[in-house]
Structures are given as structure tokens and as C-alpha cells.
T-cell receptor
Framework: DTAVSQTPKYLVTQMGNDKSIKCEQNLGHDTMYWYKQDSKKFLKIMFS???????INETVPNRFSPKSPDKAHLNLHINSLELGDSAVYFCASSWSIAGVPYEQYFGPGTRLTVT | KNEVEQSPQNLTAQEGEFITINCSYS?????LHWLQQHPGGGIVSLFMLSSGKKKHGRLIATINIQEKHSSLHITASHPRDSAVYIC??????????FGEGTQLTVNP
């Protein structure tokens, strides 16, 4: 059983399109994250949800909108795709209790290519 | 300047060598994470530590809170250890700030 899964694994689309990436975790965790890994392989947090509530919202264009229908799912919708959005997007999940750090479990990543 | 700095950026070793990757951070953190990214792209959490030292098989991670420094050691390195190793500092709200990663290549 895959702990954190993402679909699709690869996504190739044209500039201006709208696309979504889905993430699901079956670990029972209460917190989920979206990270972006750029062409230089540098990872950066985008969003974090705890029990369906947005708790981290980094400086990300508002073309990116996360949605958490329940605590096992965190989807990422991107409007009006731009060339610079090409990257690998990773979903992750963990427990989160105030002041207590927990290991994060990562999905396999979604490679988005905007042409 | 990144809040989390790793060194070296690239490291090539011969099989069997002892390997050390260093991580320094400039902010207060609640924990330091070491991650491994395989050539296929998947990311695996190796360690999470707030103090002292942790060991798992041939991997050892240490942290010195006063010096804001952590090290990842690999003993008896093997070609299958070839990967990118990433350290990340955790701050409030489970926010991870990542280093730029160390590309390790272990030759047979």
C-alpha cells in the first residue's frame, strides 16, 4: 500500500491551461504539505494544511490554490500555467502537535512541464 | 544567503569510505531533518533529530544545537548510497526550510 500517493506522475501542458494535481495519504496523518522542487533541485514549501485548515501559505502566486476536501487529501489546482511553473511538485504528510516535530512522508512527486 | 547551508555540494567517494555531509543553520529550529532523494526522484526521510545523535544501520546523524550544526555520516559506503542528501530545519508550524542538497556518488 502506498502511504502518500500523487496523480498524475507526469503532466505536460501548454501555457495558459488550468491543471490539478491530486494527493492522498493513508497514514492517518492530520497535516499535509505541498513542496516545489525547481530545476536546480531546490525544495521549497508552498502550502500546509492541518485538519483541512490552511496553516502555511508561502509567497506563492494566487494562481495556485490548494484544496483539502478531507484530512487524507490535499489537491493543488494551478490556473493560467506559466513556463516558470515547470517543476516537480511533492506532496507530504505528517502528524502535527504544537511544539512537537514529526517525520514527514513524501509522495513520489509530479513532474509538471509547461510548454 | 540560505537559512540552511550544506556542504559539500558534490561528493565522490570510493566504496567503503567513511562519508560526512555537513549542515549549518542560522535560525532557531525545533528539529533537523535529513532526507535522501534517489536518482529516480523519490524522497525518503532518514532522520529527524532535536539533540544528540541517532543511528540507523550504516547511517549516523548528529546535531549540536549550540553551534547550529548537524552532520550525516555514512560508514562503509556502497554504490547504492549514491543519491542527493538534503538537510532541512523545522521551524514553527512544521515548516521545513531546505538546504541545497549534497549529490553523493559512490564508485565501486
Amino acid at each position: 500500500d502506498t502511504a502518500v500517493s500523487q496523480t498524475p506522475k507526469y503532466l505536460v501542458t501548454q501555457m495558459g491551461n488550468d491543471k490539478s494535481i491530486k494527493c492522498e495519504q493513508n497514514l492517518g496523518h492530520d497535516t499535509m504539505y505541498w513542496y516545489k522542487q525547481d530545476s536546480k533541485k531546490f525544495l521549497k514549501i508552498m502550502f500546509s494544511y492541518n485538519n483541512k485548515e490552511l496553516i502555511i501559505n508561502e509567497t506563492v502566486p494566487n494562481r495556485f490554490s490548494p484544496k483539502s476536501p478531507d484530512k487524507a487529501h490535499l489537491n493543488l489546482h494551478i490556473n493560467s500555467l506559466e513556463l516558470g511553473d515547470s517543476a516537480v511538485y511533492f506532496c507530504a504528510s505528517s502528524w502535527s502537535i504544537a511544539g512537537v516535530p514529526y517525520e514527514q512522508y513524501f509522495g513520489p512527486g509530479t513532474r509538471l512541464t509547461v510548454t | 544567503k540560505n537559512e540552511v547551508e550544506q556542504s559539500p555540494q558534490n561528493l565522490t567517494a570510493q566504496e567503503g569510505e567513511f562519508i560526512t555531509i555537513n549542515c549549518s543553520y542560522s535560525v532557531g529550529i525545533s528539529a533537523l531533518h535529513w532526507l535522501q532523494q534517489h536518482p529516480g526522484g523519490g524522497i525518503v526521510s532518514l532522520f529527524m533529530l532535536s539533540s544528540g545523535k541517532k543511528k540507523h544501520g550504516r547511517l549516523i546523524a548528529t546535531i549540536n544545537i549550540q553551534e547550529k550544526h548537524s552532520s550525516l555520516h555514512i560508514t562503509a559506503s556502497h554504490p547504492r548510497d549514491s543519491a542527493v542528501y538534503i538537510c532541512a530545519g523545522e521551524t514553527s508550524g512544521s515548516r521545513l526550510t531546505f538546504g541545497e542538497g549534497t549529490q553523493l556518488t559512490v564508485n565501486p
